[in-house]
């Protein structure tokens, strides 16, 4: 296809990408408790000078790095100039700022596949990670692991780049390779760092072979690496007041230090199963043919990618995999850095499949028929042939005329047959192909479009319901056993606090950064009665009486444990205790729902066809009465 036709896909891909990131952004729900809480409450109080902190911002434990939140205070002057009507159009301001550098990165990535590998694996990488709901929500993530994504990116592109180089360049390549990665992984996500590995084999072959550019590479790749580990050492020893080496505290936690009373373990863990259903629910089909592309791939590789650099270039996803699937505690953003890695091997996967039909494919085929023809037509009649010869031994004399005849008609009959299916073989393998792109591409859209809808659809209650806060609301606004759907404190006006009332939670909830006393005096100051090893503090909750606003839903609560039943439902009429008004329900669904509607969306109308039900209940805002504010 000449490049004038190919150009008006390309921009329609890339348009449609934008359109998603720009969607994702203003709709897509955070994935987990941690990145409010450890991110956007800290980014806030950074910006705002309020917020919630956790235990990993104590400067006892130091285990959360200000030089990667710090970038983000280019939206203070927006913040404070009153920009917006409402406050917490920032929060999705901030968003869309991610999904631009998320777009960027995919371009670049794109272009760099288009240009050194080929076209069509650029366009299948580029329709994955528009359609993939794995994206939908780690492209605009307040999240390390989401940073390291998106710099994995850059890294990827310029590492295409020193494997196809054809102009000297390759010490440029590198290196860019090398500042991306350090940059994503050090600023972002230390373990990041592992994906390097098998490209580092890469470059030490070569620079090996080049002997006389090792010690410039050398010299070059180690001032990169560190000059950004000594930024990041000089902010962070600013901002908590004493020497601190965050990705250093990082591993030293996770793995060094890891022990049954502190560590990740702690907080959870689960079987292998946990990642492979992860995957299947954020990749669907192109989970399976990524790691199935790890096996066919390789034996059929475009000229413009060796064996060698395939397993460089695609098989930091399987160390990565090794690595992680083995850990007992999982989280879904623990796989955001090998998205795309994911989505570049079912590319190529894909497009080797589909060039099976083309003229062009060594392996096409076409050519393989047209080369076999003769073969197969002996190999067809003299079957045949060998099948009448036993039938005529066993046929009376007196029939054996008419019963030739018979079989060689039948004969003819074949070979008509068989020539009238070569002389069409273009078009039925063009048929063929087409019908497997389309039903691939169909099915994958289907699986993740409606997986992405029931997302939106289904969880997006608390950002509806805490962007209807009163501007000029003050006070307090509690939580209880829903304190882990809090969207964050940018959608509080400034005299508003989030507290926490008594639940069923029974770890360790974040306290509050100190205002009015500076931020730095704030951040450097370390808290009271916070721990490591997750152990529940009553000086986190307040009693009830002292809450302006409040959350909940209309499930029933645990009144042995001390919870409060402020709203009800009964008979689909909501019930609101005294003293307090309803200010705004939105429908969240059920866990009790069937599996299918809680994993996809599916229309009212195609479940009353098919017998289910998607329930839901409500999830309300709601304001004391006697309440001036």
């Keep these: 296809m000449p490049k004038n036709q190919k150009l008006p896909l390309q921009c329609f891909l890339l348009l449609s990408l934008l359109i998603s990131r720009s969607l994702s952004a203003l709709y897509m729900i955070s994935q987990d408790c941690d990145e409010v809480f450890n991110y956007w409450e800290p980014l806030n109080f950074l910006l705002r000078n309020f917020g919630k902190q956790t235990w990993e911002y104590s400067p006892l434990y130091a285990i959360r790095s200000w030089a990667y939140l710090l970038p983000y205070s280019i939206f203070y002057p927006i913040i404070h100039s009153n920009l917006f009507p409402k406050i917490y159009y920032n929060f999705y301001s901030i968003r869309l700022f991610l999904a631009s550098l998320s777009f960027f990165s995919d371009v670049s990535l794109f272009n760099s596949i288009k240009n050194l590998i080929h076209p069509k694996i650029a366009n299948y990488f580029i329709f994955f990670q528009l359609i993939s709901p794995a994206l939908s929500h780690s492209s605009i993530a307040l999240l390390p692991s989401s940073f390291s994504m998106i710099f994995n990116n850059l890294a990827l592109s310029n590492y295409i780049h020193f494997l196809n180089d054809k102009n000297h360049h390759h010490l440029k390549h590198s290196l860019l390779t090398i500042f991306w990665f350090s940059f994503g992984s050090l600023i972002g996500w230390p373990f990041n760092l592992a994906l390097f590995i098998p490209m580092a084999f890469k470059f030490l072959s070569y620079y090996l072979n080049n002997i006389k550019k090792f010690p410039l590479f050398f010299y070059s790749s180690s001032m990169i690496f560190f000059s950004i580990l000594l930024i990041i050492k000089e902010i962070d020893t600013k901002f908590y007041k004493k020497f601190q080496l965050v990705p250093f505290n990082i591993i030293f936690y996770n793995v060094l230090n890891s022990n049954d009373k502190s560590g990740p373990n702690i907080f959870g863990t689960e079987k292998l199963s946990y990642y492979i259903l992860n995957l299947l629910l954020n990749f669907n089909l192109i989970a399976i043919l990524s790691f199935l592309s790890l096996f066919i791939s390789p034996l059929n590789l475009s000229p413009n990618l060796s064996l060698f650099n395939y397993f460089t270039l695609i098989y930091p996803m399987v160390f990565w995999c090794l690595i992680f699937f083995s850990q007992p505690h999982k989280e879904e953003r623990f796989l955001y850095p090998i998205y795309p890695w994911i989505n570049l091997s079912t590319s190529i996967l894909i497009y080797q499949l589909i060039t099976l039909f083309d003229n062009s494919s060594k392996y096409n085929l076409s050519s393989f028929l047209s080369n076999h023809r003769n073969s197969l037509n002996i190999k067809l009649f003299k079957k045949e042939d060998n099948s009448n010869l036993k039938i005529n031994q066993k046929l009376n004399s007196n029939t054996t005329t008419t019963t030739n005849d018979n079989i060689n008609n039948q004969s003819n009959d074949y070979e008509t047959l068989f ?211």
Excluded at 497 to 506: A, C, P, V
């Design 419 to 629: 020539s009238l299916l070569y002389n069409n073989i273009n078009f039925i393998i063009l048929f063929v192909r087409n019908f497997l792109k389309i039903f691939l591409i169909l099915l994958i859209t289907a699986f993740s479009i409606l997986r992405i809808l029931s997302l939106v659809n289904n969880y997006s209650a608390p950002y509806i319901v805490y962007s209807h806060i009163p501007q000029d609301a003050s006070g307090n606004i509690c939580v209880g056993r829903e304190w882990y759907r809090y969207p964050s404190s940018f959608f509080l006006p400034d005299n508003l606090r989030l507290k926490f009332t008594l639940s069923g939670f029974n770890g360790l909830l974040p306290g509050d950064f100190e205002e009015n006393i500076g931020l730095i005096e704030s951040i450097s100051k370390i808290p009271k009665n916070m721990n490591n090893q997750n152990l529940f503090d009553p000086s986190k909750l307040t009693d009830i009486q002292n809450c302006n606003y409040y959350v909940d839903t209309s499930k029933q609560v645990d009144v042995e444990i001390g919870e409060s039943q402020l709203i009800s439902n009964e008979n689909n009429i909501l019930k609101i205790q005294k003293n307090w008004t309803l200010l705004h329900c939105d429908k969240l669904i059920d866990t009790s729902s069937q599996i299918l509607t809680r994993v996809f969306y599916i229309p009212v109308f195609i479940q009353n066809l098919i017998g289910i039900k998607t329930k839901y209940f409500d999830y309300c805002l709601l304001k004391r009465i006697n309440d001036d504010n």
